[in-house]
């Protein structure tokens, strides 16, 4: 079976643009997690997503939005971008609760 | 307020030495993960606790949910368990984490 898949690997992109992740979650999972990872913060929750439907959300400012498709697959989306917002993006995937996720390569998104 | 801590922050080790990478958290938790992450990125999940002790290889897990604490150890360490050692307790409908150990076993 194959395993939690995100595209990009790497992005660069200028300050105050737009940015849209992608992830697409192990067969058959319906709940998809995104993680924001940076040196000085760590790994933070961003949110989750299950059934197309936002089920959970981290303490992130709108500017950080997601959706999730019929498919399971789930895109992140960060606008206005600040240099700040350079991080690695983890998305995870499980089959119904969070409790036992299973993570992709992440995103690396560096903003200049 | 870090909801979890962990200890010590970096740890370098000669090869064969036994390691242990503590973990104290201060919420309610249903569960309590250790995540293995190496250079690039990949995290993988090598245990999910909720009570009592796991092992896996030369990997062991402990919680404590009493005194809401946690170790992972690793016997006859080697080199290719070089990498970031992190905790995550699922309190509630998210995760929160600690901020890693990074563990280099040396030949």
């Known amino acids: 079976k194959a395993g939690v898949t995100q595209t990009p690997r790497y992005l660069i992109k200028t300050r105050g643009q737009q940015v849209t992740l992608s992830c697409s979650p192990i067969?058959?999972?319906?709940?998809v997690s995104w993680y924001q990872q940076t040196p000085g913060q760590g790994l933070q929750f961003l949110f989750e997503y299950f059934s197309e439907t936002q089920r959970n959300k981290g303490n992130f400012p709108g500017r950080f939005s997601g959706r999730q498709f019929s498919n399971s697959r789930s895109e992140m989306n960060v606008s206005t971008l600040e240099l700040g917002d350079s991080a690695l993006y983890l998305c995870a995937s499980s089959l119904g609760t969070i409790i036992e996720q299973y993570f992709g390569p992440g995103t690396r998104l560096t903003v200049t | 307020k870090n909801e979890v801590e962990q200890s010590p922050q970096n740890l370098t080790a000669q090869e064969g030495e036994f390691i242990t990478i503590n973990c104290s958290y201060s919420v309610g938790i249903s569960a309590l993960h250790w995540l293995q992450q190496h250079p690039g990125g990949g995290i993988v999940s090598l245990f999910m606790?909720?009570?009592g002790k796991k092992k896996h290889g030369r990997l062991i897990a402990t919680i404590n949910i009493q005194e809401k604490h946690s170790s992972l150890h690793i016997t006859a360490s080697h080199p290719r368990d070089s990498a970031v050692y992190i905790c995550a307790v699922l309190a509630g409908n998210q995760f929160y984490f600690g901020t890693g150990t990074s563990l280099t076993v040396i030949p």
């Open positions: 606790l909720s009570s």
């Open positions: 067969s058959g999972h319906r709940s």
